[in-house]
């Protein structure tokens, strides 16, 4: 799964990380995380229980790792949307494939149980 976007993960520098639904993520008690950046926040909505890093790159670019946080024993396949910006064009990196979706796209990710995804924006 790493090779598929290995290469293009290295060229983005961590923002920030928050929470989706964070009621419904795997041992979640209380607070709220240090490392939220409300400003970094993406167009990505759910029902589950979500963690998304929040990444920038050169030019203005943007990456996110969106993650199924949900308890691993439910075995819950995670939703979540997201909603390409205008003008923008999003690589959505998932196991071994690649997917591109120009701005102004709503794309729904599914995601296995703990599983994670890398979405570029250029």
């Given at each position: 799964?790493?090779?598929?976007?290995?290469?293009?993960?290295?060229?983005?520098?961590?923002?920030?990380?928050?929470?989706?639904?964070?009621?419904?993520?795997?041992?979640?008690?209380?607070?709220?995380?240090?490392?939220?950046?409300?400003?970094?926040?993406?167009?990505?909505?759910?029902?589950?229980?979500?963690?998304?890093?929040?990444?920038?790159?050169?030019?203005?670019?943007?990456?996110?790792?969106?993650?199924?946080?949900?308890?691993?024993?439910?075995?819950?396949?995670?939703?979540?949307?997201?909603?390409?910006?205008e003008g923008k064009t999003a690589?959505?990196?998932?196991?071994?494939?690649?997917?591109?979706?120009?701005?102004?796209?709503?794309?729904?990710?599914?995601?296995?149980?703990?599983?994670?995804?890398?979405v570029t924006v250029k």
């Amino acid at each position: 799964m790493i090779p598929s976007f290995a290469e293009e993960y290295g060229k983005y520098s961590y923002t920030s990380t928050y929470y989706l639904n964070k009621n419904k993520l795997a041992g979640f008690n209380k607070g709220e995380l240090e490392t939220t950046v409300e400003d970094e926040k993406a167009d990505i909505t759910s029902k589950n229980g979500l963690v998304i890093g929040t990444f920038d790159g050169e030019n203005g670019e943007k990456a996110y790792i969106i993650v199924n946080m949900q308890e691993l024993n439910d075995s819950v396949t995670a939703k979540a949307t997201f909603t390409v910006p205008e003008g923008k064009t999003a690589t959505l990196y998932q196991k071994t494939s690649t997917f591109k979706y120009s701005g102004g796209t709503a794309k729904t990710i599914k995601l296995d149980p703990g599983e994670g995804v890398f979405v570029t924006v250029k």
